[in-house]
């Protein structure tokens, strides 16, 4: 059942792609084009591996560490050092009007270089025993055949994934929250006009798309690696940023996307006869289809698919 | 009609700076009436009404809604008293539909549900007559289509003053009078609406009464049944004043450049230049006279091949070579090489013609890095230029490699207009030379132009002061809408002739009194 174990490997590793796309859809939806997601996820998701090993300390051992706290822990901390790196970029680009592009980037050499301090002082071996929590899966998966494989053989962030991909494409298109947001994003003088706090909501948005983005960061390391930390967190927060240009800025098409990215991503481990260097390649593929996306939606032009009009804008209420 | 005042204006004054916008200004507005607002260019028409939406505050003076003092500080703040404002540019998000950008920002009880708002809109524009589907996005929609949507921002919001700015500029005649259509059932309504216009034959035909600045100060407000157009411009235009600008008489005048029916849209599918025709002479100043934005930019950019032509031809004589040339097909470069020259500057001067952050040197050689061979820039030119334009035209500068941005208006002017002039144009264009500068500044560039004149270019000049056009210039041309409503010699002419002109519509004007 090579195919299954394929399909499954992708499904895992688009849902980690897609917590990353959704938060930064949230965040670009409300006009900033956060280029720092890869350090934001590295650190949050560091943050989240030193927050369980903490627990397995706290706790004292794999032996003691329970169910919904061991991924509960790790989840809060990731959260708020992604929450904390999107009020740095917000505070460089809203309050003190930085370019966003070169904050972006400073954020992400900062990022990393923050991870691997983070990491380099913790015990692997701690939150690595955190581990098998995250792979947790319902009972009878195993009994339901390739169905049960496809279907329930994941860890429940793999889960909270889709449901967090549906809650924010609900929000965004049915509640006045959402609208505000559009608003501010589209065209941030009509929002300051209407009465909308464009400042709030920038920083909101920013802050919230980039503690959901480093989820895929803790997601990746715990689930999809069993725990086992390695350099590659900011290469998967750049298919992110790809990402949100496949998805056309729509989270719950971003479902689809993701498990297309993944499906790419893993495709050459499962192909059988082809050498280290065609393996690599292969990787690239995901983005090639973001750039022939892109060229599709540019010849198309259609309004509904461009990126939010002001994205990578500062606004400043005194320049008219 | 209702005697109910709505809105009260008492002795209210506003300055930018040591200039007064309005000075102890008095309004007042009845319950279910059309007041229109009239006044030239910089009366202080929109500074006004700014402060009854809550974009400016007041220096001085009160303003009473419904008899009691209101202290309006912000756009909310005024939505508050139930006034609101329409601005001439919109603000809309073009992704969105009509209802969302109509609830934006408003803040309501309840559950947000779409499609209830599109109801609510719906039954607003049907209890007025406007025609607008709620659920079309802003950028699928034309701009009077556009312009109900803020129409009906303001009403969805309770408003009971609505203050339209120059609302007609944008529309065509069958949509100017749709639009009036519903203005006048708005006010049958109870509401109260200010328009703003420079037509004075949608004032006469809109409006129950007009009130006309000038210079910043209310002259009157009268009832539009017992006056007519003449004396409204009048009271517009006020005296002349003598501005002793000296006019030297052309010598040795040939055409030079000749305009012949042209004819444009622009992106919107508005008619921006409609058949104009004109000839420009060497050795004089043909004045350009219009309400702003009645198609003067785009008249100049078309001449320097910048604005796209649907139709006609412009033919520039060669003073040399004496060959006729039509420059509708040549490139700004080609132009530029002939010795056609724009100083174009528009509200932000730094916009077309210098850039801001480059020095004085950089910015002269804006105009001449082709010239040469040699791989590496030629500065010694452009520097010697810099420092002669300095020196010339008393720019006041620290020194020569100073970014432009840093220098005032009147001198980023200077550089500007002594760089063009530099090059030894043969038309020389000037769009609002002297906008934003002190009398002394302006009176340097006077002379500039005279100069030219004298040097036998042929110089167009585009001036929103009346004074100084019928000082200055040979010729005046007037412009209202995109078309030429009349040519007339400056020596002759009055004040009162060209602001007839400026706000006629002419024959095609449809008849708004329906």
Known sequence: MAI???????????????????????????????????????????????????????????????YPLAILIPLIATLLGGALMGLIFSFFTVTLHANQNVTGLALTTFGIGISDFIIANVDDYKFTAGAKFFNMHLPFAKSLGWFGELFFSYGIMIYLSIAVAIVVAFVLKKTKVGLHLRAVGENPATADAAGINVTRYRYMATCIGCAIASLGGLVFIMDYLNGNWEYVIDAIGWLCVALVIFTTWKPVFGIFCSIVFGFFYVAAEYIPGIDLAAKELFKMLPYLVTIVVLVFTSIRNKKENQPPASLGLSYFREER | MNTTVALELKNISKRFGTKYANKNVDLTLYRGEILAILGENGSGKTSMVNMIAGIYYPDEGEIFVDGAPAVITSPKDAFQYKIGMIHQHFKLVDVFSASENIVLGVREEGKFKLADIDERVAQIASKYGFQLDPKKKIHEMSVSEKQTVEILKVLYRGADILILDEPTAVLTPQEIEKLFLVLRRMRDDGKSIIIITHKMNEVMSISDRVAVLRRGEHIATVKTAETNEKELTEMMMGEKIDLNIKRTESTNVTDRLVVEHISSKNSDGVTVLDDISFVARSGEILGIAGIAGSGQRELLESIAGLYHLDSGSIVYHDPESGEAENLRDKTPLQITELGVRLSFVPEDRLGMGLVGNMDIVDNMMLRSYKKGNSFFLNRKTPHDLALELIDELNIITPDEYTPVRKLSGGNIQKVLVGREIAAAPSVFMAAYPVRGLDVNASYGIYNLLNKQKEDGVAVIFVGEDLDVLIDLCDRIMVIASGRVTGIVDARSTTKEEIGLLMTQSGEKGVDTNA
């Open chain 1, 4 to 66: 299954i174990a394929f399909l499954v490997s992708a499904i895992k590793f688009g849902m980690v792609l897609l917590f990353g796309s959704t938060g930064e859809t949230i965040t670009e939806k409300a006009g900033h084009l956060n280029l720092g997601l890869p350090g934001v996820m590295c650190v949050g998701t560091a943050v989240g591996c030193a927050a369980e090993a903490f627990y397995f300390e706290l706790a004292g051992g794999r032996a003691y560490m329970v």
